[in-house]
């Protein structure tokens, strides 16, 4: 399957595209094709009462934000400099200057633990949280099952969290390729077993279906491809020896972590948080045409995203080298090129609702128009934040950290009352103005200012 796809990529290797482009390109795509289908089913197998708790699962699924706190970040970025001086042999291997080697791996150890401890604390409290959530805001006389689907869901999160040290630290080590394949066919047969869950009538059982089938091709790239590092942190895990060159997490990595962490639960109210609020307030149906409309929205953010994410582990090598001056004509490059996909997708989006809203029945599932254009003129947006935001934490440093937390609060108070008295139309108009208003503006102000710091050392 890989030399498939490699041969398509070659063919293609215009606008940038390489294999760990390509492969995420493929992945939304799959996901461009998956996505209505998937849909089509929640349309015609859903209620539009089903349809909001499904997208409200989803939305508070991703609170476990405030349990991995902004690790992920952390280890690709510091992995990414360990490996500016190391390689990958044939087998899977870390190979190189053995001081970057140790640290490299007591990075990964240190990070598995922190993600155990993680995982049995988000399963302890996300379960009764959600429960509680549901049960004040049950709408009466509902005719399916929710609260089974919301603990394996849960337990799925949990256990799909173990793996993602793992993701991290080899997105960071640079085989981007590698992690894009695997989430690409990661993405695949979670979507075949979530059409297959819902086509038989599993109702909201589809949510942990989605994580069983990413766990399963998670386990699988891992145990095939890098399974001496699976090993070697097992046996160093087991063992507690201590390195000599050991990364100083309080030292290190938690100076950096928790800046990351109040940005990430800053993100989560900045984008998460309209789904939980209208199901509260205004039912789950409306909940679910904001939960639909954002899935396709965010979609089309994830594949302009590609450019960036997969050119981050240059960033922090050409820093590591302090090449500064191809840092800066590469970061150029990519921003314009996920610009310019976001600009073209976003038209295409607008087009194709349109066509649904016009012709089809399913358009009723979505928001209106006016707050879809909204929302994709939100999304490029946060396309230039992003793309500044990276350049600045590839220097592993977090300067946004307040302007996030500022951002956040912003929207969260315009969320919550703009929502309550206008619903979804308050929301979206709100988060437009404090995007114009604070988070581009503050974005570039921070950027300037630390690149002045950053060319005085």
């Given at each position: 399957?890989?030399?498939?796809?490699?041969?398509i990529?070659?063919?293609?290797k215009r606008?940038g595209v390489?294999r760990?482009?390509?492969y995420?390109?493929?992945s939304r795509?799959?996901?461009?094709?998956?996505?209505?289908?998937?849909?089509?089913?929640?349309?015609?197998r859903?209620?539009k009462?089903?349809q909001?708790?499904?997208?409200?699962?989803?939305?508070?699924?991703?609170?476990?934000?405030?349990f991995?706190?902004g690790?992920?970040?952390v280890?690709?970025q510091?992995?990414?400099?360990?490996?500016?001086?190391?390689?990958?042999?044939s087998?899977?291997q870390?190979?190189?200057?053995?001081?970057?080697?140790e640290?490299?791996?007591?990075?990964l150890?240190?990070?598995?633990?922190?993600?155990v401890?993680s995982?049995?604390?988000?399963?302890?409290?996300?379960v009764?949280?959600?429960?509680?959530?549901f049960?004040?805001s049950?709408?009466?006389?509902?005719?399916?099952s929710w609260?089974?689907p919301?603990?394996?869901a849960?337990?799925?999160?949990?256990?799909?969290?173990l793996?993602?040290?793992f993701?991290a630290?080899?997105?960071?080590?640079?085989d981007?390729?590698?992690?894009?394949?695997m989430?690409?066919?990661?993405?695949?047969?979670?979507s075949f077993i979530?059409?297959?869950?819902?086509?038989?009538g599993?109702?909201?059982?589809?949510?942990p279906?989605?994580?069983?089938?990413s766990?399963?091709?998670?386990i699988?790239?891992?145990?095939?491809?890098?399974r001496?590092?699976?090993?070697?942190?097992?046996?160093?895990?087991?063992?507690?020896?201590?390195s000599l060159?050991?990364?100083?997490?309080?030292?290190?990595?938690?100076p950096m972590q928790?800046k990351i962490?109040?940005?990430w639960?800053?993100?989560?109210?900045?984008?998460?948080?309209?789904?939980?609020?209208?199901?509260?307030?205004?039912g789950?149906?409306?909940?679910?045409?904001m939960?639909?409309?954002?899935?396709?929205?965010?979609?089309v953010?994830?594949?302009?995203l590609?450019?960036?994410?997969?050119?981050?582990?240059?960033?922090?090598?050409?820093?590591?080298?302090?090449?500064?001056?191809?840092?800066n004509?590469?970061?150029?490059?990519?921003?314009?090129?996920s610009?310019?996909?976001c600009?073209?997708?976003?038209l295409?989006?607008?087009?194709?609702?349109?066509?649904?809203?016009?012709?089809?029945?399913?358009?009723?599932r979505?928001?209106?128009?006016?707050?879809?254009?909204?929302?994709?003129?939100?999304?490029?947006?946060?396309?230039?934040?992003?793309g500044?935001?990276?350049?600045?934490?590839a220097?592993?440093?977090e300067?946004?950290l307040?302007?996030s937390?500022i951002?956040?609060v912003?929207?969260a108070?315009?969320a919550?009352?703009l929502?309550?008295?206008?619903?979804s139309m308050?929301?979206?108009?709100?988060?437009?103005?404090?995007?114009?208003v604070?988070?581009?503006?503050?974005?570039?102000?921070?950027l300037?200012t630390?690149?002045?710091?950053?060319?005085?050392?």
């Amino acid at each position: 399957m890989i030399r498939y796809f490699d041969n398509i990529i070659v063919n293609i290797k215009r606008f940038g595209v390489n294999r760990a482009i390509g492969y995420g390109v493929f992945s939304r795509i799959w996901s461009v094709f998956a996505g209505p289908l998937t849909i089509i089913l929640i349309a015609y197998r859903f209620s539009k009462t089903e349809q909001g708790y499904y997208y409200t699962y989803s939305s508070l699924l991703t609170l476990q934000v405030f349990f991995e706190l902004g690790l992920t970040t952390v280890l690709s970025q510091f992995a990414a400099h360990e490996f500016a001086f190391l390689k990958w042999d044939s087998n899977g291997q870390v190979t190189g200057k053995e001081e970057h080697r140790e640290r490299f791996i007591d990075l990964l150890v240190k990070a598995v633990k922190w993600y155990v401890v993680s995982a049995i604390i988000l399963i302890t409290v996300l379960v009764p949280v959600g429960l509680y959530f549901f049960s004040q805001s049950a709408v009466k006389g509902v005719e399916f099952s929710w609260e089974i689907p919301w603990i394996l869901a849960v337990i799925g999160v949990g256990c799909n969290l173990l793996l993602i040290p793992f993701y991290a630290v080899i997105t960071g080590s640079g085989d981007v390729a590698g992690i894009n394949f695997m989430m690409m066919v990661g993405g695949i047969v979670s979507s075949f077993i979530c059409w297959f869950v819902i086509a038989l009538g599993g109702g909201l059982y589809a949510i942990p279906a989605i994580t069983l089938g990413s766990i399963i091709v998670g386990i699988i790239y891992l145990y095939k491809s890098k399974r001496a590092l699976l090993k070697i942190v097992y046996l160093q895990a087991l063992t507690s020896a201590r390195s000599l060159n050991a990364i100083s997490w309080w030292g290190e990595i938690w100076p950096m972590q928790w800046k990351i962490a109040l940005s990430w639960i800053s993100g989560y109210f900045i984008f998460q948080l309209y789904t939980p609020i209208l199901f509260k307030y205004h039912g789950p149906i409306v909940a679910g045409q904001m939960g639909m409309t954002l899935s396709v929205v965010n979609s089309v953010q994830a594949v302009a995203l590609i450019w960036l994410n997969t050119k981050s582990p240059e960033f922090g090598k050409l820093i590591a080298k302090k090449e500064f001056r191809g840092l800066n004509q590469l970061f150029n490059q990519v921003m314009k090129q996920s610009l310019i996909v976001c600009f073209f997708l976003s038209l295409g989006l607008l087009v194709f609702i349109v066509f649904l809203k016009s012709y089809t029945s399913i358009g009723g599932r979505f928001l209106s128009v006016t707050q879809i254009a909204l929302f994709l003129i939100i999304t490029c947006g946060n396309i230039i934040v992003y793309g500044w935001a990276t350049y600045m934490r590839a220097h592993k440093e977090e300067p946004l950290l307040w302007y996030s937390v500022i951002g956040a609060v912003l929207t969260a108070c315009s969320a919550y009352f703009l929502g309550v008295l206008y619903s979804s139309m308050g929301m979206v108009s709100g988060r437009l103005v404090i995007s114009i208003v604070w988070g581009i503006p503050s974005t570039y102000y921070c950027l300037t200012t630390f690149k002045k710091k950053l060319y005085m050392k």
